[in-house]
Every structure is written in structure tokens, then in C-alpha cells.
């Protein structure tokens, strides 16, 4: 009977303001060993709504039935009202504030969701306080605005979780002990709108024995304000004059035995934290080596010293062994794949076996995803000089041709495309050689006219180049090489213009159309699956995996198409991290599911109780 061995004093006021109707409501049920105090702000602008009124009432009939200061139970009294009111059958939703403190005499546990709030004063001073679960409250935590803003702040009533919403999920306070001459007060924000957290703190560290003189100095100071418009306010006063102490001899003795083997257990655990103690010492500096060595291979690897970043990697694998740290071992493992493939590919690459050194490079990019992206501008810078390399020869052997074809004029510009970008890349040997031949180019413009060959033999041999030319880029276009087609097809074209053909060219020009549509499919493929990348990355962020995991597929489906090896595995990735979030909420509402059903069991016995309700 712990109501009988303690003292709790409540008084409440709750008036209409300047509305028509108070959507306010409070309640609350003392019994034996169990007390519940329910106050709630319907959030409707409807004078008729009993949103706040159904709400508590639900949640006082369901404690009634099964009264219990876990914090279990609690959500399940939030849980069932929130269910009442999304089935009430109303021409509109039913939506409240709501705040629910139960209290076993001896402790106290709060549960809340929305801008109904509660405190707890301990000698004369604020010690506990909900938090509204409102966005102007999320700014305050982020220090975006103050405390003493949120009363005038215009997201103050934008909630993001509140009565009548499905995906209801209120915040459950831990058990609070209580101790004598503790105040607790429930507010809606009729009050906090109009007077200050400190006038109300002043007021309460101020007050006497009787809840109901404390009550009225609150609603004084908020009708002194002379207000063109005061909405509903309630605010409720429980004052704790007395808290059960426990007088059970068994329980004494029981909690005596518990210390005593609890003292039996921290000697018999000391000399195993002795041991551990060492043994952690160990693993500590064996982790700090670990990490010491990782720190340093990072290092070199920015540095692009990638000889001495393998010896650092190597060590930080032995200690990552020694310590049987499974995701530090793998990690490193990755790392090691990609330092030693650049080792093996920079030596090609040092020969000037560009041929062999590509590949080795595009492998390594695979591999780049997993290790971090640790060496991927080293690897694409090394590329792009290659791809480089590759264009500055082959505008080199393209001029070539229309040189022995005597089209100068078109053979200079090859030259003059390859002299730029071997100086953009850096590439000397190739500037040198474009040089030469736009020399060498020059000198045959000069002594055009001095030439002896046949017309019929430049016919036939323009004609032998352009077919050459016509075969090269239908390789290239059937390897999907479509930019190197359309250099081809280009070349022949000027070789048949340049001899005054004209069959074929008709066909020509659908062919470079042709490889010029699958140049900019694929340029408008890449930019769509990174739209779908985009629009995926903001469902993850906002919390619609669904919509996130749906995004990345197209975007992956696409970058397959692409042949970007890349972005696929990035979207791999992504697809893994996104399924495991999908998996840990199936997982977390199947634990909820599991929860509600465990509280519906029907008790096999049930303790009478009495109940004392007040309400407006």
C-alpha cells in the first residue's frame, strides 16, 4: 500500500483563454501502488475536437488495467491512445500534444511526444525537464537559435512527433528517484508561450506547501501581459510532501545479501582486471604500432612514394594480425592490392610500356574503391597521360596519312592537335615529333607544285587510304571505341573530299552521325544514372532507404551499360550500406511488434485499484 505510506498533493488550473472551447485536457489516477498523470493539447484549430480528451482518457483506462512504471508499459499507453486516435471516426484527423508521468510512490518515468511539457523541481531548482519534439527544439540542440527564442520561434509547433500519426514514436524518460519536497508540474503551451522558463522557475522555487497558490501566480503573470489573444492553458501541480520508503525486512535482507555477494564478486573480478590489465596494455601498444604504421603508409602514399608505403602497409598487417582485427586486416589487404599493383604498373609505365601499363592501372581502379580511394588521382592522373599518349599518336599517324595523301592543309592540323596536347600532357618525345612533321609538312606545301606523281596513282592511293581509314573506324565502332570511329571516319572523309569522290561519302556521314549519336547517348547515360546517384545519396540521408535502394539500381544498371567499373562498385556499396539500414528497421519494428504483443497478454491476476479523475 504505498499510497497510504507517502503524501502527494495535486492541483491543477485550465482554462479556454480566448477560444471558444479548451482542447486542453488533464487527468490523473492514484492508486495503491501506482499514480498517473496525463495532460494533453489537442493540436486541431477546431473548436469541437476532443483529440486531447480521447487521448487521456484512453491512456488513464489503460493504465487502470495494467499499472506499471516500466518504461515498456508506458509505450504501450502512448501506443494504445495514438491507435484510438487514428481510428476515431471524425470528419477530421485527431492529433495532441501529450506528456504522461507515472510514478510508483517512489520514482517517477516520463513519456511525451510533442510541445506539452514537464518539470521536475529538486531544493528550489529545475532538475529534470522534457524536451519538445519540435523542430525549433532540434535547433536549439544544434545551437542554431537560443532557449530563450523557442517561445516566439515560427517552427515551435511544426512536430515531428506527436498523438494521431502513424509511425508514432514518443520519447520514454529513465526511472527518476524521487525524494521529499519534490514539485512537479505538467504545462501545456498556452503557458510557456506567454511566460518565461524563469518567471516559472522563480515561481516554483518560491512556492509553499500548497500546489494551488503556486498555480494561480503562473496564471496571474500570464493574464498581467494583457495579451490581445491567450491560448488554452493548463498547468497542473503535483507537490511530493512525501516519498514511500521501503519497510519490507525481507526486501532489506535481500538487498544485505546482494551487496555482500556483489562484494564477493568485484574481489573474485579484481584479479581478473589485474591480469586484464596487462594484457590490455599490450593490445594498446600493439594497436598504437598498428596504427602508427597505417598513419605513415598514408602518408607516403600521398607522397606517391608507394615503395616505402608497401613496407608500412606490411607492418601494420602483422600487428593488425597479431590483434585479430578482422575489418583493420581486411582494409589493409585492399590497401596492399593497390600499392603493389601500382608498384608493378609504374614500372611498365617507367619503360614506356604504355600498352602494358594500362591495363595493370584500369585494374587497379577496381580495386581503389575498397581501400578508400587511396592512389585514385595517381592512377588517373598516369591514364590520363596514356589516353594522352595514345590520342597525340594516333593524331601523329592520322596526319601521316594525309600527308602521304598530299592533303597537307588537314595533315597540319593533326600535327598542330598533336603538338598541343603533347605540351598539355607533358609529353616531350611526342612535341618533338609533331614539330618535325609540321616542319616537314610545311616544306611539302612549299614544293606542291613540284611534284611528278601521276594523278591516277595519288587517286588510287587516296583512295586505298580512305578505305583504310572507313575499315579502321568501323573496328573501332564495333568495339564501342566510338570516338576514335568518328577520328577515322573524319579522316577518310577528308581524304575522299579532298580527291573529289563523292561515292561513299553519303554513307560516310551516316556513319560519323552514327558515332556521334552513341557519343552523346553515352555522355546523356552517364549524366542520368548520376542523377539517379544524386536523388538516391538524399533519400539515404532523409531516412526513405526504399526510394534510396530503387535509385541506386537504375543508376547501377546504368554505369553496367557504361562499362564504368567505378561507379558500379561505388553503387555496390551503396546498395549494401542502404540494405543493411532496411534490414536493422525491419528489425527494429519486428522487435516493437514483438513488444506490443507482450503487453496485451491478459494478467492472470489483477490488483484491485482505486481511482480519483478530474478533468475539465
Known sequence: MRKQNSKFNTNFISEEGSSLKNSDFFAYAELDNFACYVLADGIEDVADSESAKEAVESIIA?????????????HGY???????LLKAEKYMKLKASIVVAVTDYENVRFGYAGNVRAKLYRNNKMFYKTIDTSLSSEMVSKEMISEDALSRHEQRSNLYTFLGQKGFSPVISGKIKLVDTDILILYTKGVWENVSEGEIDNIFAESGKDPKDALLKVEAVLLDKNLGYIDNYTIAGIYIDKVFIESDTKKKKRRKLILIVSIASVVVILGAIIALYFYKKYTKEL????????EKMLKFIEMENYTKADTECEESIKKAESLRNKEMKDLLYHYEQVIEGIIEADEKYDAKSYKEAKPLYELILSEIPYADNAGLSYVRKRLDFISGYESVNLSLDNGDILFDSEIYDKARERYVDAKTEARDIGYEEGKLKAEAKLLAVDQAIAKKDE???AEADKQSQNLKSANDMLSAGDEALSKGDFLSARANYNTAKDILEKSGESAGLSELEQKISTADKKISEGDEEKNKAGGYAVTADEAFLRGDFESARENYEYARRLYVKLKDEINTIEMDKKLSDVQKRIDEKEKEESKAAQSEAQTTQPKTSETESSSSLSAE
Open 62 to 74: 489503460k493504465f487502470q488495467e495494467k499499472p506499471s512504471i516500466s518504461k515498456g508499459k508506458i
Open 451 to 453: 611534284g611528278k606523281q
Open 287 to 294: 594497436k598504437e604500432d598498428m596504427n602508427t604504421h597505417y
Open 78 to 84: 502512448l501506443k494504445h491512445a495514438n491507435e484510438v
